[in-house]
């Protein structure tokens, strides 16, 4: 069955976003958030907890150009905790027996073990996220230089930005051939096309979920563009210097919140709205969703759904 576009089929636009988890789809709503997990014996696991705060929202939360780092870090830290709950429902009992060290941490960690590994994690994935995207593109540039001879600061600026969206594409790219991450990216194409399901105004079936595009401009991979092609222009108008590697990573990392709350903003805009200038900074999102994305099967669009269905309010604050 053929596609319906997003775009032309919304009748609203819903602040609900999600992630896929191993085996599973995490959706975060306004008061709730939910994950829904295909366990090894085929049935579907659904978690939820509660995001409302009795104090409401604060400040920094809803301040435009101020809210995008601390949601972006928030997103961040629950994407993880769901990856890690996740994996932990695909252990059975039949795995094999821990190895020493292993049960070395279980007795040292006790129930803290997990939220161990994921800090641990996150921070390996920090430090790598670091080299890769803002030191390694400062060498190539240098690099560059030397075969080339002196080049202008706003050329050199240019030339890393373009090779740190060249590292994404060639990354995700890469990743999609791996056999558990293809999966995944299943789950991502499933989590999509639900929610432009739900925003379509149709009830949440898996015959109708099919219909509609895996492509949506409110996603995390758009996002992830976004904030490495906005970085070119803020390091441009900071004048951050080239005189020192270590001197321009400092001050690039100085920059992280400015670049990602404009990001943040864009993005938004981008999945409120639809006009020529939100379908021109979505475009170069939506086409790289090609290769985070995949068509689900059934089994992928129930867990998602599941996971939708929970975290809809009765009250419709979950609309724009």
């Known amino acids: 069955m ?29 008061q709730k958030m939910a994950m829904a997990c295909r366990l090894p014996d085929g049935t579907i696991d659904i978690e939820e907890w509660n995001t ?39 252990m059975t009992d039949d795995e094999e027996e821990p190895s020493k060290f292993e049960k070395w941490l279980e007795d040292k960690f006790g129930d803290k073990l997990m939220p161990v590994i994921t800090t641990f994690s996150m921070i390996i994935g920090v430090v790598m996220a670091v080299g890769l995207f803002v030191y390694f593109p400062v060498l190539i540039v240098g690099l560059i230089e030397k075969l080339t001879g002196e080049l202008g600061s706003v050329l050199k600026n240019i030339i890393e930005g373009f090779i740190k969206i060249a590292i994404f594409i060639g990354y995700t790219a890469l990743t999609s051939k791996m056999p558990d991450i293809a999966r995944t990216y299943e789950y991502h194409g499933a989590e999509h096309k639900t929610i432009a399901c739900y925003e379509g105004g149709e009830e949440l079936t898996p015959e109708n979920v099919k219909k509609y595009t895996r492509f949506h401009p409110r996603c995390g ?9 906005i970085s070119i222009f803020v390091t441009s108008v900071f004048g951050v210097p080239w005189d020192s590697k270590l ?24 999945g409120k709205f639809d006009n020529i200038f939100t379908r021109i900074i979505s475009a170069p999102g939506l086409w790289i969703q090609r290769i985070t994305t ?27």
């Open 52 to 90: 409302a705060s009795k104090n409401g929202t604060p400040w920094y939360r809803k301040t435009p150009f101020v809210r995008g780092i601390f949601n972006f870090i928030t997103s961040m830290l629950d994407g993880y905790k769901c990856l890690s709950k996740s994996a932990d429902k695909q």
């Open 221 to 229: 991979t758009s996002f992830i563009f976004l904030v490495l092609f």
């Open 294 to 320: 995949s068509e689900p099967d059934e089994s992928e669009i129930e867990c998602a759904i599941a996971a939708m269905k929970a975290v809809i309010p009765e009250d419709g604050e979950d609309k724009w």
């Open 2 to 30: 053929a596609e319906s576009n997003t775009n032309n089929s919304c009748r609203f636009k819903t602040k609900i976003g999600g992630q896929a988890v191993i085996e599973g789809v995490m959706m975060k709503g306004p």
């Open 247 to 270: 001197l321009r990573v400092c001050f690039k990392l100085l920059l992280i919140p400015i670049v990602t709350g404009i990001a943040y903003e864009a993005i938004m805009i981008a």
